[in-house]
């Protein structure tokens, strides 16, 4: 058996594990009215439709670049972060800024300005403007802090116009978006990150270096979980709170289960 063929009979077994246990305890689709390609078990494309010319992307590495040129895609909250980071990182040049809303734009680009003393170009007012932005300015790489519901989208049509795509938790919302992002990544041959800040965390990296010195001694059980107070979010009308409760209400579940199981998985 292949390696793409094996990894997605492997997922699937998982998922119908999943799905049998979802049942076995009183929890059905319908019951909260999702659509079955947003289920965790639904298994996505078989092995035998993947794109041909597709090389697997384990231990690729993409040539090295002396200078990166970044563009932004999202920076209203945590994009806005990330750009400000960027703006101070040695190694780096923003391109490009690019927004739904214009005068969230204009903040980005302003803030590049002041901070580096060039000013990028700034893309809004359409929800594929970014797609403008890729084809005219070709970066090296993108961060994608936008919505969830657009994040696998945006990052096969980053890699498709040459870019490596960095896109914030979760990375998709469905094993299918999932799936096609695999496949575009090594039709491509660009690298695409889920940036799961807790991973580097300083207390989890502590702890990841104790771990790896051997000083805790032998992991046999370990316990993660994500508890974060959201209600703040529910008077927000522009930042996640447009859109992030609907999938609280929708979705009995950790929304983020890489922040918890994240490190603990590096510990074990």
């Known amino acids: ?5 094996s990894r997605r009979e492997f997922l699937k077994s998982l998922g119908l594990a999943a799905g049998a246990a979802a049942v076995g305890n009183g929890f059905t689709v319908q019951a909260l009215d999702i659509p079955s390609e947003e289920c965790l078990w639904s298994t996505g494309a078989p092995a ?3 794109p041909s010319g597709s090389v697997y992307m ?3 590495r993409a040539p090295a670049l002396d200078r990166v040129r970044i563009a932004f895609i999202g920076v209203g909250g945590r994009g806005f972060s990330h750009l400000a980071q960027m703006c101070v990182m040695d190694g780096v040049e923003i391109t490009g800024v690019c927004d739904l809303k214009r005068d969230l734009t204009e903040r980005g680009v302003d803030r590049v300005r002041k901070k580096t003393g060039k000013k990028p170009a700034g893309y809004s007012g359409g929800e594929m403007e970014y797609l403008t932005m890729l084809r005219e300015l070709k970066p090296d790489a993108v961060i994608i802090s936008t919505d969830w519901s657009s994040h696998a989208r945006i990052a096969c049509d980053s890699m498709r116009n ?5 896109v914030e938790v979760p990375m998709a919302v469905s094993l299918e978006e999932l799936w096609k992002i695999v496949d575009t990544s ?3 041959q660009k690298h695409c990150m889920m940036m799961e800040n807790v ?5 989890e990296l502590m ?3 104790m771990v790896r010195q051997g000083m805790i001694g032998d992991l046999l059980h370990g316990e993660a979980s994500y508890i974060h107070c959201l209600v703040t979010q529910l008077g927000d009308t522009r930042g996640e709170g447009a859109w992030r409760p609907e999938y609280h209400t929708r979705i009995n579940g950790n929304l983020y289960p ?3 199981l994240g490190p603990v998985a590096q510990y074990m």
């Open 1 to 5: 058996m292949s390696i793409f063929s």
């Open 48 to 50: 035998s439709s993947r």
């Open 58 to 60: 384990g231990g690729f």
């Open 162 to 166: 040459g870019a490596h795509a960095f």
């Open 186 to 188: 090594e039709a491509t």
């Open 199 to 203: 991973n580097y965390g300083r207390d």
């Open 207 to 209: 702890f990841l270096n």
């Open 258 to 260: 890489t922040h918890g």
